[in-house]
């Protein structure tokens, strides 16, 4: 629909206008099955509309959204009786002052100026003007409170999510600077290297993780490179294993949504009770669905600092990003058995994040 289009159709003026076109017709229709009086009975409907419009405007603009709406029902319907009595009033002198003289001027002398038949039929077509009117609002209104609730709702998920990247950088960041400073009292040469590596994680963190998504390849390049920063540190002690299945190129996930699993398992799966540490990695890519599953040794003499899987601010921060991101749309499972601890996640691409 073109810029103009769009004017015209949210043109107020225009709407009502409309409207009140839509009304007159609407009313005219009974009558218009009796031979020869259509055009003089909808002429004396349309002459009739300012009682209408009088009342209609009132209820919708006055009545409803201050009292109505406000749940002051007394008051509103002291008012709405009120209001009506005005319009009914209005309606009978503009039937007995204009279009008795218009149309029925050899009868008009016949006519009661408080007739109940007259009254009755002219409260009917008020009520039915402003109950289509009345509708009409109750129900715009009811779809932009809506339309505010989910603002407000994706606004409060918005916020949410960013709070969660900004907790999950720090939180990576910390870990990997002890990496290195475990490297650096190696004094084995390798921090330069470790360093290198912790910039170029650095750059995707600050620079790139603040789209919604990213490159399912440039994930899968920050945790190669996370890696190996970590087989520098453990070297032949730890066996690492990384199977990419599937495509990969076009697909797009959160950022830092993969990554932290990966860490936990180094985190957790590198005890020092453990002479051979392995950590096995399994990314699988399909048409509509990524999935993962990560692998880890695990001691049976388990210290302080390497228990709690589930319980580290990493792992608790990704489950909440599946569940704001991917509602009813992931799977995640967390085994903790006595030699190794799994973790297996899949998420399905139908909808856009």
Not at 24 to 46: A, H, K, R, W
Not at 201 to 224: D, F, G, T, W
Request: proline share 2%.
């Amino acid at each position: 629909m073109g810029e103009g289009v769009k004017k015209i159709v949210n043109n107020k003026i225009l709407q009502h206008i409309v409207f009140w076109i839509a009304i007159v017709v609407f009313l005219s229709i009974p009558y218009c099955t009796q031979e020869g009086q259509c055009f003089q009975l909808s002429m004396e409907i349309l002459l009739l509309t300012p009682s209408q419009i009088f009342f209609v405007y009132i209820l919708i603009y006055g009545l409803i959204p201050r009292f109505l709406i406000k749940k002051k029902y007394l008051l509103f319907f002291f008012l709405f009786i009120l209001s009506s009595a005005a319009a009914l009033m209005i309606l009978r002198m503009i039937q007995f002052y204009i279009t008795s003289n218009l149309f029925y001027a050899d009868t008009k002398d016949e006519w009661k100026f408080y007739s109940f038949l007259h009254f009755f039929y002219g409260l009917m077509s008020i009520y039915i003007a402003a109950g289509i009117a009345a509708t009409i609002k109750l129900v715009k209104q009811t779809l932009k409170n809506n339309k505010k609730t989910q603002l407000l709702a994706q606004q409060k998920l918005e916020a949410e999510l960013k709070l969660l990247k900004s907790q999950i950088h720090p939180h990576f960041l910390f870990n990997t600077l002890n990496n290195l400073y475990a490297l650096a009292l190696d004094d084995s040469g390798k921090s330069a290297e470790g360093i290198l590596k912790l910039s170029g994680l650095l750059h995707y963190m600050l620079y790139e993780c603040n789209a919604s998504r990213v490159l399912l390849k440039r994930e899968i390049k920050q945790i190669e490179d996370y890696i190996s920063l970590e087989k520098l540190r453990y070297s032949k002690r730890l066996k690492v294993e990384f199977d990419i299945i599937g495509n990969i190129i076009d697909k797009m996930i959160p950022p830092m949504i993969i990554l932290p699993f990966v860490e936990n398992a180094f985190k957790h799966g590198t005890s020092k009770h453990l002479q051979k540490a392995w950590i096995n990695i399994s990314l699988k890519s399909e048409s509509n669905k990524i999935s993962l599953i990560v692998q880890n040794s695990k001691s049976t003499e388990v210290s302080s600092d390497e228990s709690g899987y589930t319980k580290g601010i990493g792992l608790k921060n990704v489950k909440r990003r599946l569940e704001l991101l991917y509602p009813g749309k992931h799977n995640l499972e967390l085994n903790d058995e006595e030699n190794k601890f799994t973790v297996c996640m899949e998420i399905y691409l139908e909808e856009t994040f």
